[in-house]
């Protein structure tokens, strides 16, 4: 019996929605709108994020060894492309005019000038041991210390000056290294092999297991999920509105006094609901399976996924269906619930990370985005697109999910029961 009253009150919210199929037109189709329009915007940024390539400004006036290392290391990084058609006036001028980021002024006779510095100070220290050096070189005067010259936009990050300074400072200490080796192995005459290529201290990158994807996700893999949960929670507009139109027709009067229990009213809600979610939920996908590739962004990939990605949906939609219930049932007027829902959804989206990446944000910001349903969903669609984790990895979001629509319907139904007692 009771399950019959679940299925008409069912019935129930399908003939509402049906009067109003403009509204629910809007709910389908604005969020692929976004979707598209949002991915296409942001998808450069996610690829700088990625690790696209900085153009720079390389200017070799030594055209020798030294220099030649330098460039290969630079191009090496996969961080920089490098320009080279500049002298060093018009690099400065493009540098300083914010064409470019920054500029590598390499000075003359750089490896001429280094390899001299070096063999003196060799032959110095050779000698200090009263060992006799090469008799064919000359002891010479040490040359004066050569600049590299860096020009940065003045816009730059500081910390992007220091990570180019640094790198740059890194490869010249490592061939001046090689070049002392070098220079020691000819003034000894020794020909043994000192292995100067080799660290005695290294680096090893641990990365996640083959099949795992990196955390940073690229422009499809947020927006999908984001704009995903973004159009789940709009249903807020519309379901406040229509608990709001049955106080003011009298069919919450007629719902109180038939002997249904009014929380089956809500779980036949709670029914419809879901299932526009779950075409929300599907739609987005065919946007990021099929559509994304012809519009040169990245394919959706929800292979292995799918089951665990609508289990993510339901319990979202399980957090947006309680926020639309109760503020249906708190407010007395469409005037009331409509702006409400629809300004507090956009302020949970963009504090959860929807419009802009929570590890974009600021240090604060990303506390606050704890709290907000939407982030907690976002992070479960994570966990699952890029950590590929299973119903147990992201057991925490959807029990933080379902408390919320327990407490949200809880609080509801309170205050139903207080309204009505008055």
């Not at 290392?69 to 996969?78: F, G, M």
């Amino acid at each position: 019996m009771l399950l019959y009253k679940l299925w008409r009150s069912f019935i129930k919210e399908i003939l509402l929605l049906k009067r109003d199929i403009g509204g629910i037109v809007i709910i389908f189709v604005m969020p692929l709108l976004l979707i598209v329009t949002i991915t296409l915007i942001q998808d450069s940024t996610f690829k700088n994020l990625e690790g696209s390539k900085i153009p720079i400004i390389f200017i070799d006036n030594d055209k020798s060894e030294v220099s030649k290392n330098i460039k290969a290391e630079l191009e090496n990084s996969k961080t920089f492309q490098l320009l080279t058609n500049f002298n060093e006036k018009s690099a400065q001028d493009a540098v300083f005019s914010g064409d470019y980021q920054m500029a590598i002024v390499i000075p003359d006779h750089l490896t001429k000038d280094l390899n001299s510095n070096i063999d003196s100070k060799v032959q110095t220290i050779v000698s200090s041991f009263g060992l006799e050096g090469d008799s064919a070189k000359v002891k010479t005067a040490a040359p004066k210390a050569k600049e590299i010259h860096l020009y940065f936009d003045p816009a730059t990050n500081a910390g992007f000056k220091n990570s180019v300074m640094n790198s740059v400072n890194k490869m010249v200490f490592e061939i001046e290294n090689k070049k002392i080796y070098k220079a020691f192995q000819d003034q000894l005459g020794t020909t043994e092999n000192l292995d100067e290529n080799k660290n005695l201290i290294s680096f090893k990158e641990i990365t996640p297991k083959k099949g795992e994807m990196d955390v940073m996700p690229n422009s499809v893999q947020h927006n999908v999920p984001a704009w995903t949960l973004f159009a789940i929670f709009f249903i807020v507009v519309p379901l406040s509105i229509n608990l709001v139109k049955e106080k003011s027709q009298g069919t919450s009067v007629r719902a109180r006094i038939s002997p249904t229990p009014y929380f089956v009213h809500i779980l036949g809600k709670t029914c419809t609901y879901l299932i526009i979610c779950i075409i929300q939920f599907l739609l987005m996908v065919a946007v990021g399976i099929y559509l994304f590739p012809y519009m040169d962004l990245p394919a959706f990939d929800v292979s292995g996924k799918m089951f665990q990605l609508i289990i993510v949906t339901l319990f979202a939609g399980l957090a947006a269906i309680g926020f639309g219930v109760l503020l249906g049932t708190i407010a007395d007027t469409q005037e009331q619930s409509a702006p409400f829902g629809a300004t507090s959804v956009v302020v949970l989206a963009a504090v959860g990370g929807i419009w802009v990446p929570v590890f974009l944000m600021p240090e604060f910001m990303q506390t606050i985005a704890k709290f907000s349903p939407m982030n907690w969903g976002l992070n479960a669609y994570y966990d699952i697109i890029l950590r590929n984790s299973g119903i147990g990895g992201i057991a925490k979001e959807l029990v933080l999910l379902f408390l919320f629509y327990l407490a949200t319907v809880a609080v509801s139904l309170f205050y139903e029961k207080k309204q009505n007692a008055v």
